[in-house]
């Protein structure tokens, strides 16, 4: 069964820094999805950045970037120049690639709670 | 983008009556909508998978009487928490998949639930 673990339980950054979320997983499939959601104090579940694992180029969304290692199973978030909005819950997820019965679930994280001070 | 609505936001109910959240996709078309539950500073934990017109897949240890999914249409899946109980306040979140980006799951605002 597919896992998705995130040892960072809170992390914090100042105001226009840069910061890394981390995330590793464990999978036999060699197909699959990668996500991150921001979750802020309104609770609305937010889709940061998506990540097709048969891609070796990482996705990037303005100042949101990941670093995908396949090999390494690991899928680490970058916010650069970090704004106060930026606060908020972030959950790694993975999907599989494949279709149909419980490959549909998304595996989430336990979540990072980001602080950011001004 | 795609937008995913719930009704209500907030609901606080008495001890044994049911209870029903709706899940509204409104600009795209939803083959399949999840249903979560989340506690405080938890992360989400998947309830049910609904397929329009077929039966909610439900997870081990949820059970199916308590929680009644319908996903009668492309657009609408509803949650019914039946003779609910304190033990079921919590924060309920539906999300919804498109047919067009089926490997994305969007996701609705929420629905806090306070029994008691």
């Known amino acids: 069964a597919q896992t998705v673990t995130q040892s960072q339980p809170e992390m914090s950054v100042q105001e226009a820094e840069t910061v890394t979320l981390s995330c590793t997983y464990d999978?036999?499939?060699?197909?699959?999805?990668l996500f991150w959601y921001k979750q802020p104090p309104s609770r609305q579940m937010i889709l940061v950045i998506r990540?097709?694992?048969?891609?070796?180029q990482n996705a990037t969304e303005n100042r949101f970037s990941v670093n995908f290692q396949k090999a390494a199973k690991s899928f680490s978030l970058k916010i650069s120049d970090s704004q106060l909005g930026d606060a908020a819950m972030y959950f790694c997820?993975?999907?599989?690639?494949?279709?149909?019965?419980?490959?549909?679930?998304?595996?989430f994280g336990t979540g990072t709670l980001l602080a950011v001070q001004p | 983008g795609a937008v995913v609505s719930q009704h209500p936001s907030r609901v606080i109910c008495k001890s044994g009556t049911s209870v029903k959240i709706e899940c509204r996709s409104l600009?795209?078309?939803?083959?399949?909508m999840f249903w979560y539950r989340q506690f405080p500073k938890k992360s989400l934990m998947l309830m049910a998978t609904?397929?329009?017109?077929?039966?909610?897949?439900?997870e081990q240890g949820v059970e199916k009487d308590k929680f009644l999914i319908n996903h009668a249409s492309l657009t609408l899946s509803t949650l019914t928490v039946t003779s609910a109980h304190p033990e079921d306040s919590s924060f309920y979140i539906c999300?919804?998949?498109?047919?067009?980006?089926?490997?994305?799951?969007?996701f609705g605002p929420g629905t806090r639930l306070l029994v008691l």
């Open positions: 600009d795209f078309q939803a083959t399949t």
């Open positions: 999300s919804a998949r498109s047919i067009e980006s089926r490997e994305t799951q969007y």
């Open positions: 609904s397929n329009e017109g077929s039966k909610a897949t439900y």
């Open positions: 990540q097709e694992a048969y891609k070796q």
């Open positions: 999978t036999s499939e060699s197909d699959y999805y």
């Open positions: 997820a993975y999907r599989s690639a494949r279709y149909g019965g419980a490959t549909n679930k998304l595996i």
